[in-house]
């Protein structure tokens, strides 16, 4: 038996499991390298990811609160296009101004005190009567009587009553 082999074979067991465990090494370092790698480009890309993030979440509540506003006025149109404002007509009656607030479509009411129908100016009480207060020639001569001012009241409720009805307000 050569020298080499009588130095060898008590060596071989411990060579075997010395290259039993480089290869287990190799294997252990390939796979750890590669996790090591993976785990290093994971990380990367959740760090992308979480620089990317708040913008995209800002452009996410940006969308929402669009949306909402949106929304909301749109709402709001139709609510109000549903239930208008309060709306006034000036209509004539009897030679005088009237005019009428239409609250809703179903309600609706005439002011107590006409406007002059020259002047455009409410009418003021004096003297017991309803006058206009246009001084700007001559005194106008615009009177309402106070004995005839249920009657015109009257008359100017069903021609208001009858135009909000006719003109669909
Ligand atoms: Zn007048």
Redesign the pocket.
Known sequence: MPLINLILKPLKPILLTLGHHIFGTIVVALIGVSVLVSWAIGTLNLLLNALQTPVQLWEAIALVLLVSVYTHLKTVKNHSSKYPKKREILFESDNFKWKAIIHSPSFHSVENMPF?N??D?RLIEYGGNYV?P?KNNDA?E?VLKSDKYQLLKDIAESEAEHIIRTNNY
């Open positions: 002059c020259l002047h100016k206009c246009d106008c615009t």
